[in-house]
């Protein structure tokens, strides 16, 4: 196996079991590893510290595997995806969902790789050069630790160029169909798992969908970013007065409305608006129209820290209109999904814009990702969702 020498100085992470090294922290390389293909890593004072897989065209160079000396095989990679079964199934006994992550990449000790299930098909994502070597391994090895044939590939992701990987999609093994209906929180969803945004559902959102709808009954309701209708199907659920949903995406707002149906609500009281999120929030504020609840949901803003400026204006933006829309007593249900802002930036941002749109808000609840998208205490990076849930006087 090639070997990747570390600087001095610069295996402290390794040694904390980060699982990235930079390249930065290489001091030399012993060999000619191909992209995606297995190192051993070794410190300055030539101490064994693990074994990764080399990202020959990304900053991180190294993803880390394991720390003892051990083969990487298929029986390898079936251990890692059973202990992540484990690690879910009394999250899963509780929830009694039919969608979940069932794999989380570095936060699973599977660096750069996601599986999502959806009933008996499962969805892979593949981030990294050192998954896409040993693809075929580990198809095998999720058939085996699963028991499950149906395995489909969204790959067509452009942050694989970092890696030097084309994007691509297609079935891995077995028969997928491009819609599927799954269960959720009790109501039903229909999922296009092979045309649509991340593998078909936002499953973070799990967990945070059920706490919200705790909020919305006899209430009228703004979700704002509503994709397929996840908030507002909770909502209708738990007897919302009215809601009001809003989605840049036709594809979005069409399943949205089917997923209504699906779940036979009514179609009284409900507005479905396909519009910029920044214009329809200021044509409301216009309207002087006013809301008991208004979720807000963005897409990720500031993927990397070099975003978080520009980003920061345009989360203060919404949710100083989110603010503004909202009733005397009103709560404000608001997230960011980007992993390069922090969660006390954001709750600073979130206190800018009620300071600024004149109204006193308190936290009553902290929300983050669930518990199937879980982070790994050696590796903080792997937590990016987070949300607060606000009262306004
Ligand atoms: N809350 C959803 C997930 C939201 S994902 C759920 O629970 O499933 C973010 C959504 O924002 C996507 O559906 C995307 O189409 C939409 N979106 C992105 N940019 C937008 C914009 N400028 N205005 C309105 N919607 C936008």
């Known amino acids: 196996m090639n070997k990747v020498f570390l600087k001095p100085g610069k295996d402290k992470a390794v040694i904390r079991h980060h699982p990235w090294i930079f390249s930065g922290a290489i001091n030399s390389v012993e060999g000619n590893p191909a992209n995606g293909s297995l190192v051993e890593v070794y410190g300055s004072d030539k101490a064994f510290l693990g074994i990764g897989a080399y990202s020959q065209y990304s900053q991180i160079r190294v993803r880390m595997w394991t720390f003892e000396k051990e083969e990487i095989n298929l029986d390898f990679f079936q251990k890692r995806i059973s202990l992540a079964i484990i690690r879910r199934q009394s999250v899963q006994e509780m929830y009694q969902d039919s969608a979940w992550r069932l794999i989380h990449a570095e936060s699973d000790q599977l660096p750069g790789l996601i599986v999502d299930q959806y009933n008996d098909i499962l969805v892979v994502q593949i981030l ?5 070597y040993y693809k075929r391994e580990i ?107 809003v989605d840049s995406s036709q594809e979005a707002i069409d399943l949205a409305k089917r997923n209504h149906g699906l779940n036979k609500f009514s179609e009284e009281n409900n507005e479905w608006i396909i519009a910029d999120a920044f214009k329809a929030l200021r044509k409301m504020r216009d309207q002087d129209r006013k809301f008991d609840v208004v979720i807000l949901d963005p897409p990720k803003f500031a993927p990397t820290v070099a975003h978080v400026e520009k980003a920061a204006r345009a989360y203060k933006d919404i949710n100083l209109l989110g603010f503004k829309l909202l009733n005397p007593g009103g709560i404000l249900i608001t997230f960011s999904c980007s992993g390069g802002l922090s969660d006390a930036l954001f709750q600073k941002i979130v206190a800018d814009a009620a300071l600024d749109a004149g109204a006193y808000a308190i936290i009553l609840e902290k929300l983050s990702q669930g518990p199937d998208h879980p982070v790994s205490l050696n590796f903080p990076e792997g937590a990016y969702l987070k949300g607060l849930i606000c009262l306004k006087n």
């Not at 990294?128 to 896409?132: M, N, V, Y």
């Not at 936002?202 to 703004?222: F, G, M, P, T």
């Open 139 to 245: 198809t095998e090895a999720l058939i085996r630790a699963t028991g499950i044939q149906n395995i489909y590939e969204r790959s067509d992701l452009d942050v694989r160029k970092l890696e030097g990987l084309e994007e691509h999609s297609g079935v891995l093994s077995g028969i997928v169909p491009a819609e599927i209906e799954i269960t959720e929180g009790g109501f039903r969803f229909i999922v296009n798992l092979v045309n649509s945004q991340k593998t078909g559902f936002y499953l973070d959102q799990r967990i945070n969908r059920r706490i919200s709808a705790n909020y919305c009954k006899n209430k009228e309701v703004l979700n704002v970013f509503s994709f397929s209708g996840g908030f507002s199907i909770y909502a209708a659920g738990f007897s919302a007065k009215k809601i009001v949903s």
């Open 128 to 132: 990294s050069s050192g998954i896409e």
